[in-house]
């Protein structure tokens, strides 16, 4: 079993930045993918960002490219979001996941195996 723990999120205005930590704990040597999703009220979840537990390569959603960055921190064992130039329509939930296999489709929220608890972000404009 994989715990998730996530941090970091609050009220901003438009234009300013917030980053958001991710704590892994338990059987982390079985995570294969990490990512993170956002769900807006009254909306599906949506992708965000992913990056391998053990690698570097990262893929972000067409909403956030160029604005957020998703990063490992090997030292401290998480996965961060940076997310710049905030908007209004980036207020959501959100929720960092873990995938320990590589099947699948790796920006929809099945493929995931497990879930944190979210975190709330607030765009004021």
């Known amino acids: 079993q994989v715990q998730l723990v996530e941090s970091g999120g609050g009220l901003v205005q438009a234009g300013d930045s917030l980053r958001l930590s991710c704590a892994p704990s338990g059987g982390i040597f079985s995570i294969n993918l990490m990512a993170w999703f956002r769900q807006a009220p009254g909306k599906e979840r949506e992708f965000v960002a992913h990056i391998p537990w053990n690698g570097h390569i990262t893929y972000y959603a067409d909403s956030v490219k160029g604005r957020f960055t998703i990063s490992r921190d090997n030292a401290k064992n998480t996965v961060n979001l940076q997310m710049n130039s905030l908007k209004p329509e980036d207020t959501a939930v959100y929720y960092c996941?873990?995938?320990?296999?590589?099947?699948?489709?790796?920006?929809?929220?099945?493929?995931?195996?497990?879930w944190g608890q979210g975190t709330q972000v607030t765009v004021s404009s």
């Open positions: 996941a873990a995938k320990t296999d590589v099947s699948g489709t790796w920006t929809q929220p099945l493929s995931y195996d497990y």
